[in-house]
């Protein structure tokens, strides 16, 4: 996508052809900086600290990170080390042991010598695909959102979306964002309404995208939604999801379940985009999946970039304070998922389309 006119990615190869940029996400939408990955240790910091999110976009820094790692050491033993070290970044997000193990799975039965530059390679082909799978998610959701603009006569569809599932989120176009782009590009009227999505407040990096896109939307507490539903202002829920179970459950940003809950009371259609990476059918359930903890400062504090775009935190109490990251959002509460593989409406469908 965009930023300020200049298409880019939201990883890349740098100059010397083994090392990677990134921009530092804990710094937007206030600052653009860009840093360079180098090693496993710059990959994995990055990861865990959130200078780089988003599920499908941590599967393409690990698998990148993974081949920093044979560049300093290609054994079986390193590949090993390296694997673990980068898997125990972040537990939720299944993209992350996908990337690794594709990796894993294709340099292992090479020569060492050879293993670090097929890894590096393999990690550009991850990046590629996920474009494309992102592509293909937004032209399965374009009649979803075309269907109840012609609904609405011209006014503008109102479309509420919880995180960040773009393209910062993923190498390019996002998934639940996809069809949001391509639906505005094909002029569709829109109009986004954006959760902030506490405490690590993913939806300004969403206004960011969107506002660079030119999409209308506006930015509100996490807590609005219901009422917005209520009032009728909703016309669809769309998020993305860092797993989904064998069973359809799906594992997202916290947040996200009660956003489904409001939708179904109040007959709003609650479609979930996600590419096959993120399908897991080794996870039985959503109560399978391990709800990453983070630290109860990011609740304690407010963060935000200062007016020289210096991170600075605001502390609103010293109390304890319990963050999970992401909570489950039964299958029984979606309406759809909107993939690589088009509109599928339940598990069976999922199995049947995604499982290799
Ligand atoms: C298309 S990315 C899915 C997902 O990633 C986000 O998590 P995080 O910002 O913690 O990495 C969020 O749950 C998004 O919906």
Redesign the pocket.
């Known amino acids: 996508m965009n930023i300020d006119g200049t298409a880019t990615r939201s990883i890349w190869v740098e100059a010397d052809g083994r090392s990677v940029g990134i921009f530092d996400q804990r710094l937007l939408p206030w600052a653009l900086e860009r840093m360079v990955l180098r090693s496993v240790e710059d990959a994995a910091v990055a990861i865990a600290d959130?200078a780089t999110?988003?599920?499908?976009?941590?599967g393409a820094v690990a698998a990148y990170g993974l081949a920093f790692g044979l560049y300093e050491d290609a054994s079986d033993a390193a590949l090993d080390a390296v694997h673990a070290r980068l898997l125990r970044t972040?537990p939720?997000?299944v993209?992350l042991r996908w990337a690794l193990d594709r990796i894993g799975d294709a340099v292992r039965p090479l020569a060492p010598s050879d293993r670090a530059a097929a890894a590096f390679a393999e990690a550009g082909r991850i990046c590629d695909e996920d474009v494309a799978m992102n592509r293909a998610i937004g032209a399965a959701g374009l009649p979803i959102i075309r269907a109840l603009a012609e609904r609405k006569g011209g006014k503008p569809v109102n479309i509420l979306t919880?995180?960040?599932?773009?393209w910062l989120?993923?190498v390019d176009w996002?998934?639940?964002t996809a069809p949001l782009y391509m639906a505005h590009d094909a002029g569709i009227p829109l109009h986004i309404w954006v959760d902030e999505?506490r405490p690590?407040n993913?939806g300004a990096l969403t206004t960011f995208e969107l506002a660079q896109h030119g999409v209308p939307h506006s930015y509100i507490v996490d807590n609005a939604g219901g009422l917005l539903m209520q009032q009728g202002l909703v016309d669809m829920v769309i998020?993305?999801?860092?797993r989904v179970a064998a069973n359809g459950d799906v594992?997202?940003?916290i947040g996200?379940y009660l956003k489904a809950l409001a939708a179904k009371e109040h007959g709003v259609p609650f479609y979930v985009?996600?590419?096959s990476s993120?399908y897991d059918p080794a996870t039985p359930d959503g109560a399978s999946v391990p709800i990453?903890q983070r630290s109860a400062d990011e609740v304690r504090f407010v963060s935000g970039t200062d007016e020289a775009g210096r991170l600075a935190a605001i502390r609103l109490t010293g109390s304890p304070a319990y963050n999970p990251?992401?909570d489950i959002t039964p299958a029984t509460l979606v309406t759809g998922y909107v993939t690589d593989y088009g509109l599928l409406t339940d598990a069976a469908d999922l199995r049947r389309s995604m499982a290799t």
Request: charged share 15%; net charge positive; glycine share 10%.
């Open positions: 959130m999110r988003g599920a499908p976009l941590i972040r939720t997000a993209n919880h995180c960040n599932a773009g989120a993923t996002g998934t639940a999505t690590r993913q998020v993305g999801t860092d594992c997202n940003k996200t985009a996600l590419p993120t990453e990251a992401f």
